[in-house]
């Protein structure tokens, strides 16, 4: 019998098909990543997928308007305030180029505000009138040791003439008996020495008064190291100047040099829009926390001084009335602290901070009386010295007085991370944390968001430091007080790490924004980029069906203690209306937001009459959402009411 042959056409068929089996298996993993990348894009928008999980959206900030948030402030306008000073960008720094941008996320539009300093890292809050105060920022970058090219360190700059003050211009030269010369980086006021009478014949002692000021040498290299006390001749000055006025100096040195605060403040008009300078404090501050007191009034904390060391308790409150800033109760706390108002003259500190200071000084969670001076330690948090870079919130609503610690990290870059939460309920005789629910993974870096349904959104962070190890977190859940569980929600598409901030916006949105890691790989051989894109969470209410609608019968101002009526079609399903204070947020610390529980003494057909807490520490003066929820859990866009 002949033998058959396959026929040209047919031998190249069969080696077509051969070689796209032989393709398909190569890239079968591809392929299959493409389809259920392809998959998940159909269902995360689903109808049904959005109702239970919610869902992620960019926000279209076009290029000449982005920028690096490292603040976001919600404003009683609607607007939401980006500030980046000079964004973490020691270029920008060095060139003055500061940024903020006002973005309206009802139309989308933008503006860019004109800042007057360096306002990174500084603290923010919401005052009375609705302004925005800004205290603080950035006056000198870090170096690390090895750029470090001229010795450097603090002066004390002492004035024995008890006849008048002295001030001294930024580059004023210090000179030491070797003839080494300094010159100062900033300028420096020097009060007049203290006269006290001694009782004998009208005769007085006169005290030296000093104050500080960070100085360089003015040649490279190490001629200007220095470890002993030494009188340093300051340029100029002749005869009786030149004896009263001098340097005091211990130690200047090559080594690394942290970051140096500011005095400056400056209030933000949410209508002019505009950054206006007032008084300055009596402390440079980098990493403050600022905190809205019952009487309207801030109290300032903590930060990087002058020199780049943390302020030693030296703790001061502005007056909005003057403008002015004043001494407050003397405490140490390391930088950013966590911080809740809980009473006319009490603060609440979760131990939450940002992280400069020492691991053993400062750290423990307590209430501090700050009429007294008093500070009573709360225990039972679990791993309490993982607590840098943790969120911490004032559970929905606020008249609970339990407060929720999530998440953190260790001190420094310590690898150490953790799934911690807990809660401490204030109005306890004798308050403690107890356990929370586990995070699904080790977090820092976590963003919290209280909602106008009594949950707590949060989402984002990374298990390692400044999301080493390409570990930034693409997760999202939502925290029910009732339940005291999480349950899941849409998963975000852009991870969040250090230099993120999160806000509730009116229409009951969550935008969230920045990130700044270390590193771009998992091997981190490559620098990370600052993340300027923003995520929009459309929250699973919003697809829930109609929003209830109300309107405040044309008042936008009461007093605490007021009935507030709200004339509305749906008032038969309203079931909860809440103030919502807007959030001022910065290094995952929100300066501002809690929720207010505001309960219904009346109700009609077309109408819904609630009361106003009088407890100003319940309810500080300022602006705030007011929002009614409905009882399937769909709330209203908040319509804003300035309480006073």
């Known amino acids: 019998m002949a033998k058959r042959t396959a026929r040209p056409t047919t031998r190249k068929t069969l080696l077509g098909a051969a070689a796209v089996v032989a393709l398909a298996a190569v890239n079968a993993p591809v392929l ?6 392809a998959y998940h894009r159909y269902e995360i928008n689903q109808p049904e997928y959005k109702a239970k999980y919610g869902h992620w959206a960019p926000a279209a900030l076009p290029e000449t308007y982005q920028l690096n948030a490292i603040h976001a402030i919600l404003l009683h306008t609607g607007k939401v ?18 940024k903020s941008t006002l973005w309206d996320p009802a139309s989308d539009t933008f503006k860019k505000i004109d800042t007057p300093a360096d306002l990174f890292c500084g603290g923010h809050t919401q005052l009375p009138d609705g302004k925005i105060l800004v205290a603080g920022g950035t006056a000198r970058y870090e170096a690390l040791k090895g750029d470090v090219r ?9 004035n024995e003439d008890p006849d ?4 001294f211009p930024k580059g ?22 203290k006269k006290t009478p001694t009782g004998r014949g009208g005769s007085v002692t006169v005290t030296a008064s000093e104050a500080r000021v960070f100085v360089e040498a003015t040649e490279e290299g190490p001629l200007g190291i220095t470890n002993a006390t030494e009188q340093y001749a300051i340029q100029g000055l002749k005869g009786e100047d030149s004896d009263n006025l001098y340097g005091i100096a211990n130690k200047l040195g090559l080594d690394k040099k942290d970051f140096q605060g500011t005095k400056d403040a400056y209030e933000f008009d949410p209508l002019t829009e505009k950054y206006t300078k007032v008084g300055p404090m009596s402390e440079a501050r980098w990493y403050p926390t600022l905190t809205t007191l019952s009487d309207g009034r801030v109290l300032a904390v ?6 780049g060391q943390v302020v030693p308790g030296k703790n001061e409150i502005y007056d909005p009335g003057t403008r002015t800033w004043s001494k407050a109760p003397t405490r140490y706390f390391p930088t950013y602290p966590s911080f809740f108002l809980t009473g006319r003259k009490q603060i609440f500190y979760t131990g939450s901070n940002a992280g400069y200071g020492p691991a053993d000084k400062g750290r423990t969670p307590g209430l501090w009386n700050l009429r007294t001076n008093t500070f009573t330690p709360v225990p039972g948090l679990t791993d309490p010295d993982i607590l840098e870079t943790s969120s911490s919130v004032l559970l929905p609503p606020a008249q609970s007085r339990k407060v929720m610690v999530l998440g953190g990290g260790g001190v420094g870059e310590s690898r150490a991370a953790t799934s911690r939460t807990a809660i401490v309920d204030l109005g306890a005789a004798h308050p403690a944390f107890t356990a929370g629910p586990r995070l699904p993974e080790n977090t820092r870096y976590l963003n919290s968001v209280i909602m106008p349904d009594d949950t707590v959104f949060t989402t984002g962070g990374s298990s390692g430091y400044r999301g080493k190890g390409a570990s930034d977190i693409l997760k999202a859940q939502f925290y029910d007080p009732a339940a005291d569980a999480f349950t899941p929600a849409a998963d975000p598409a852009v991870g969040r790490d250090y230099h993120t901030e999160a806000l509730l916006l009116p229409d009951g949105r969550v935008a969230v924004f920045g990130s700044d890691p270390l590193f771009s790989d998992k091997a981190d051989t490559r620098p990370g980029h600052f993340e300027q894109r923003v995520e929009v969470f459309s929250p699973p209410y919003l697809f829930h069906g109609a929003r209830p609608r109300f309107d405040l019968a044309g008042r936008n101002r009461a007093d605490r203690g007021d009935a507030l009526t709200l004339r509305s079609a749906d008032a038969a399903r309203i079931t ?27 109700r009609t057909g077309g109408s819904l009459t ?24 769909t709330p209203s866009k908040g319509r804003w009411l300035q309480v006073r």
């Open 150 to 158: 001229r010795a450097g360190g603090a002066m004390l700059v002492k």
């Open 32 to 37: 299959a990543g493409f389809a259920r990348h």
């Open 576 to 602: 909860r209306v809440r103030l919502m204070r807007p959030g001022s947020a910065t290094h995952v610390t929100d300066f501002d937001q809690r929720s207010v529980a505001l309960d219904v003494i009346r």
């Open 302 to 307: 903590s930060g990087l001084d002058d020199i």
């Open 172 to 193: 004023t030269v210090f000179r030491s008996p070797a003839g080494v010369e300094y010159r100062s980086q900033f300028a420096v006021r020097v009060p007049a020495a």
């Open 81 to 98: 305030l980006l500030i980046a000073g000079s964004g973490n960008n020691v270029k920008h720094f060095n060139g003055g180029v500061f």
């Open 610 to 633: 609630v009361r106003i807490p009088d407890d100003p520490s319940l309810a500080p003066s300022g602006w705030y959402m007011v929002v009614a929820t409905a009882s399937d859990g």
């Open 164 to 167: 008048r003050a002295r001030t």
